[in-house]
């Protein structure tokens, strides 16, 4: 069992049922632009799932690959 289980059952969170399986890992939020060909574009991951790609980078990114 990973070192944050005890701390993550505190609050109520039950990883393993949540992931359908033994483990207590926790996914990683990740945004990918892909252009039409699938080649990817943009990408953002950070372990901390607090942080997200803010929308306005999102946004600007698209109407560079869009040309405008």
């Known amino acids: 069992m990973r070192r944050y289980a005890a701390r993550t059952k ?6 393993p049922t949540f992931n359908g399986n ?12 892909l252009d039409q060909s699938g080649i990817v574009r943009l990408a953002f991951v950070d372990p901390d799932f607090t942080r997200r790609l803010d929308p306005s ?9 869009q040309g405008f």
Do not use: C, H, N
């Open 10 to 15: 505190q609050v109520g969170a039950d990883l």
């Open 22 to 33: 033994d483990l207590w890992d926790l996914p990683m939020a990740a945004t990918f632009l």
């Open 57 to 65: 980078v999102a946004i600007a990114r698209l109407k560079e690959l």
